[in-house]
T-cell receptor, first 111, second 116 residues
Framework: EDQVTQSPEALRLQEGESSSLNCSYT??????LFWYRQDPGKGPEFLFT???AGEEKEKERLKATLTKKESFLHITAPKPEDSATYLC????????????FGKGTTLSVSS | GAVVSQHPSRVICKSGTSVKIECRSL??????MFWYRQFPKKSLMLMAT?????????EQGVEKDKFLINHASLTLSTLTVTSAHPEDSSFYIC????????????FGPGTRLTVL
């Protein structure tokens, strides 16, 4: 069964304290892995797409990496404005359109 | 680029009434749009895939007669919740994917539906 599991469910960090979020997946034939950020009461905001093992992408304090079984979202020196729920998703159909989402990691960064 | 809007952002209705939610891609043409539902503290669940000019494809367990989807143009899809009941109260989010091979889905801001 196709599945996406994110850990931890919640993460509290002090400002400047770097950490990583994990997304593990079991799908046959990965057709991309997507990271989104979601603020309360809003729709997900696109962050990254990764397609192959070894691929890395960076944006400001965030870096996403991908292996054959999991992806990591590294947050370097986070700030309070990085507080949000981070979601990962993978397509589960041949066309690559139907996304299955993990339950997310809710990050809280305090100053 | 890749901006998706939804209207309304919030709606409160009485049980038994129908509610229409619009999803628009503002700066690109979306051959495919998607409708998701999200319950509090839960992740997004895909309800249906909407292709321009054809019938929507519904996920298992989603009632097509209750959740009517129309994708009349390359920039607009609508979701109508018919005969809404309190259990339909949820956060409905659409996403759009442009038709030029890129497969990233861009999401709208969501619509909070409350059925009294």
């Amino acid at each position: 069964e196709d599945q996406v599991t994110q850990s931890p469910e919640a993460l509290r960090l002090q400002e400047g304290e770097s950490s990583s979020l994990n997304c593990s997946y079991t799908v046959s034939g990965l057709r991309g892995l997507f990271w989104y950020r979601q603020d309360p009461g809003k729709g997900p905001e696109f962050l990254f797409t990764l397609y192959s093992a070894g691929e890395e992408k960076e944006k400001e304090r965030l870096k996403a990496t991908l292996t054959k079984k999991e992806s990591f979202l590294h947050i370097t020196a986070p700030k309070p404005e990085d507080s949000a729920t981070y979601l990962c998703a993978v397509p589960i159909n041949q066309a690559g359109t139907a996304l299955i989402f993990g339950k997310g990691t809710t990050l809280s960064v305090s100053s | 680029g890749a901006v998706v809007s939804q209207h309304p952002s919030r709606v409160i209705c009485k049980s038994g009434t129908s509610v229409k939610i619009e999803c628009r891609s503002l700066d690109f043409q979306a051959t495919t749009m998607f409708w998701y539902r999200q319950f509090p503290k839960k992740s997004l669940m895909l309800m249906a895939t909407s292709n321009e000019g054809s019938k929507a494809t519904y996920e298992q367990g989603v009632e097509k007669d209750k959740f009517l989807i129309n994708h009349a143009s390359l920039t607009l899809s609508t979701l109508t919740v018919t005969s809404a009941h309190p259990e339909d109260s949820s956060f409905y989010i659409c996403s759009a994917r442009n038709g030029r091979g890129a497969d990233t889905q861009y999401f709208g801001p969501g619509t909070r539906l409350t059925v009294l």
